[in-house]
């Protein structure tokens, strides 16, 4: 059979859910575990206090990802764990900028930000990973967000998209070339991690239940919608080898 009617035929088996079919035909089946981590990172975005529930910018459902990344762990030989990390009076936060409410945008040297309240400030409670984050052979910890005139969704790329946290160069080191993103929130420090992942020429995947979004004016649409024109593959945890 020709490529590309195979690939039609394949792609219309699986939009009706006939892998068995495809695989009677003589062609793979579909497998919903078909995803093999290899080598691959798992990268646990801001999974801290001040994201989860009680938090000073909780994230909703925020705590329900705990239990989906603690499970997906078992599978990855390395795992990293990204911690927003500000300073008191961060650019970053309404409360720096007279006159300005949380979620109102203002102009920076860099571009337009997002105004947050004060959120995950270095060493408070507030900032701490999510006590029921279990993820023992986690290796390495970025921190990102600590310059004080400079925000960082992206465990890649500070703000300005010059300034990198190191975490590109860590992973090529160790000879990663796949990461899967997992945590908070989607729309923000997930999509900005998976599209400069992309950037620094990883193969990413998104593990869409193992995140949740704030969802403010439409990010969370727009932030899938930008990720998958990047190439980010978009996947649930079901579709994982265990
Ligand atoms: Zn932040």
Redesign the pocket.
Known sequence: MHDTQRRTLLKSAGALGLGAIAGGLGMPAFAASAIKPGNAALIVVDVQN?FLDGGT?AVKGGNEVIPVINKLASGFESIVVTQ?W?TAG?A?FASTHAGKKPFESTKLKYGQQVL?PD??VQGTDDAALGKDLKLPTAQLIIRK?FHKDM???SAFEEADHKTATGLAGYLKGRGIKTIFVTGLATDF?VAWTAMDARKAGFNVYVIEDATRGIDLNGSLAKAWKDMTAKGVKRIQSSDIAA
């Open positions: 001040c910018l927003d500000h961060h970053s947050w959120h995950c967000g925000d960082s969704y420090c």
